[in-house]
């Protein structure tokens, strides 16, 4: 992606600086080890020390050997480009991805009175590292399929990944979106399009009545004059 300016590079600058946001969509983790199986799995994310740069998908039941999420992930980081190169000089931004199974404890002796809860205990099954700034330069959303480790087969991850560049050294090329805000915009849409629906239907009753009316009248005009 090439940011052009008037007049080449301004001064003597020697590096671009540039606030991205990446999403992401968690989709299937497949091809998950035997010991999965009737566990709830689930994926942790975790990108630097910002609090707003973590979370958790939910646990979802594995029957077999697969479970699918539907989990978005958005992520901002500022990333330092090459002036002269366009290549980056952030080498890595890594998001790292841990998968969980909650399983059953097998527990020696008896429950405690009134506990009826099933005792679990959860397992990390693997890990691995995804490097952002390889993404940074899409545009589009692109589909990706993961390895998540060195097994035969490994357990793998399908995502959607997209990159949009929100600063330019500085400078705002695209306001942060805000879920609630679109939300919202949406809802009033969806009122302002059922409200001309409603006006539209309102005014086509209307004009099928008057035309009853009439059709009426000339039948009635016609009957007189048989």
């Known amino acids: 992606r090439i940011r052009e300016r ?83 000089k952030t080498k890595e931004k890594d998001l790292i991805l841990r998968v969980f199974a909650l399983t059953k404890k097998l527990g020696k002796g008896k429950k405690k009175e009134g506990d009826d809860a099933p005792r679990l205990k959860t397992v990390e099954v693997t890990a691995i590292k995804l490097n952002l700034v390889e993404y940074a330069n899409l545009s589009k959303t692109k589909k990706e399929m993961l390895a998540l480790s060195n097994d035969d087969p490994p357990p793998t991850l399908t995502f959607k990944v997209r990159a949009e560049w929100l600063k330019f050294n500085g400078e705002l090329l695209k306001a942060v979106e805000d879920p609630e805000k679109e939300a919202k915009e949406l809802a009033k849409e969806q009122k302002r399009a059922e409200k001309e629906a409603k006006k539209e239907a309102k005014k086509a009753a209307k004009e099928q009545k008057k035309a009853d009316k009439l059709a009426k009248k000339e039948a009635k005009k016609k009957a007189k004059q048989s």
């Open 6 to 88: 008037e007049g080449g590079v301004m001064g003597k600058k020697k590096v671009n600086t540039i606030k991205c946001q990446f999403s992401i969509t968690l989709g299937k983790l497949d091809k998950l080890p035997l010991s999965c199986k009737n566990s709830l799995v689930y994926v942790s994310w975790k990108r630097g020390l910002k609090p707003e740069n973590k979370g958790e998908t939910d646990r979802v039941l594995c029957k077999a050997d697969n479970v699918v999420f539907n989990h978005k992930v958005r992520i901002e980081c500022t990333l330092v480009q090459d002036v002269a190169s366009e290549k980056w």
